[in-house]
Nanobody, 115 residues
Framework: QVQLVESGGGLVQAGGSLRLSCVAR????????MEWYRQAPGKQRELVAT???????NYADSVKDRFAISRENAKNTVYLQMNSLKSEDTAVYYC?????????WGQGTQVTVSS
């Protein structure tokens, strides 16, 4: 069983920055891929960033060079640093992991970017 708890969302002006955190409650955090997704109103949930157990990262084209995913295994935490935010980044952001064929999602944290 894994529980994911996100935090760090909020209201920010365009061009600003936010850092999201996701704490994973469960064992063997360091072994698993962690991902950030987002869902804007009326749109499908989309993959934003991925980090592997070895620290390799991958990003959606829309956030490349603006967002950075990282992990701190000692704290069972994955981060999403978001810079140069745009109004189109407004969404609920979720962290996700898959373990033994099961998918776990956090409850989400709202990010609102005002233009």
């Amino acid at each position: 069983q894994v529980q994911l708890v996100e935090s760090g969302g909020g209201l920010v002006q365009a061009g600003g920055s936010l850092r999201l955190s996701c704490v994973a409650r469960g064992s063997f955090f360091s072994l698993y891929v962690m991902e950030w997704y987002r869902q804007a109103p009326g749109k499908q949930r989309e993959l934003v960033a991925t980090i592997t157990s070895g620290g390799s990262t991958n990003y959606a084209d829309s956030v490349k060079d603006r967002f950075a995913i990282s992990r701190e295994n000692a704290k069972n935490t994955v981060y999403l640093q978001m810079n140069s935010l745009k109004s189109e980044d407004t969404a609920v952001y979720y962290c996700k992991t898959d373990r033994r064929g099961l998918t776990y999602w956090g409850q989400g944290t709202q990010v609102t970017v005002s233009s």
